[in-house]
């Protein structure tokens, strides 16, 4: 299986601030990656596919980047509804499809 | 508008069966391939499983830790996948969620809102 590892598995920001968490795979998985925001007692929200590629009604503030085994999700100017938890998926190879560990945005 | 509703979850003693249900809505069920995504108390997500629309086979693909044991299948005519759950264990335990996957790809573009299932005695 395909280990995705992310990192930090939390970090504490301000609103306004810029965010970057990254995301590495175990092996080359091109572009099959997708990134999830993640608030306490909800599901999971798609954020961004093949890497890149914006889901419809996400705000432009989000932004992903990467191909093969490193890959990144910026927030540009962190605003107080993006405070949760974001996670990492590749879809390259299956079974399984395989999630990082997840990470924490946390209020400063 | 996109909807996916999971139920049946509850509280099972170990090696029970329990099987779990998601009724869709808002989009052409059949085309879908459907997915089911689990995570543990205060853990990171799991794939379990899913199933492919009947134009590519409605087959099916299940992670390691519930083959064998976990059934997923679908009725298109009714806009309902399901999760068989059998012979469960503690570490089962988990809020489940039904999710679309976007085309034949391997990511989930719609999440239900989830159904705790508790294995415990």
């Known amino acids: 299986a395909i280990r995705m590892t992310q990192s930090p598995s939390s970090l504490s920001a301000s609103t306004g601030d810029r965010v970057t968490i990254t995301c590495r795979a175990s092996?080359?998985?091109?572009?099959?990656l997708a990134w999830y925001q993640q608030k306490p007692g909800k599901a999971p929200k798609l954020l961004i596919y093949?890497?890149?590629t914006l889901q419809s009604g996400v705000p432009s503030r989000f932004s992903g980047s990467g191909s093969g085994t490193d890959f990144t999700l910026t927030i540009s100017c962190l605003q107080s509804e993006d405070f949760a938890t974001y996670y990492c998926?590749?879809?390259?190879?299956?079974?399984?499809?395989?999630f990082g560990q997840g990470t924490k945005v946390e209020i400063k | 508008e996109v909807q996916l509703v999971e139920s049946g979850g509850g509280l099972v003693q170990p090696g029970r069966s329990l099987r779990l249900s998601c009724t869709a809505s808002?989009?052409?069920?059949?085309?879908?391939?459907m997915s089911w995504v689990r995570q543990a108390p205060g853990k990171g997500l799991e794939w379990v499983g899913f199933?492919?629309?009947?134009?590519?086979?409605?087959?099916?693909e299940y992670a390691a830790s519930v083959k064998g044991r976990f059934t997923i299948s679908r009725d298109d005519s009714k806009s309902i996948a399901y999760l068989q759950m059998n012979s469960l264990k503690t570490e089962d335990t988990a809020v489940y969620y039904c999710?679309?996957?976007?085309?034949?790809?391997?990511?989930?573009?719609?999440w239900g809102q989830g159904t705790l299932v508790t294995v415990s005695s």
């Open positions: 808002g989009f052409t069920f059949g085309d879908y391939a």
């Open positions: 999710t679309r996957n976007r085309g034949v790809m391997g990511y989930f573009d719609y």
């Open positions: 998926q590749q879809y390259y190879s299956y079974p399984p499809w395989t």
């Open positions: 092996q080359g998985i091109s572009s099959y």
């Open positions: 199933i492919r629309s009947k134009a590519y086979g409605g087959t099916t």
């Open positions: 093949a890497a890149s």
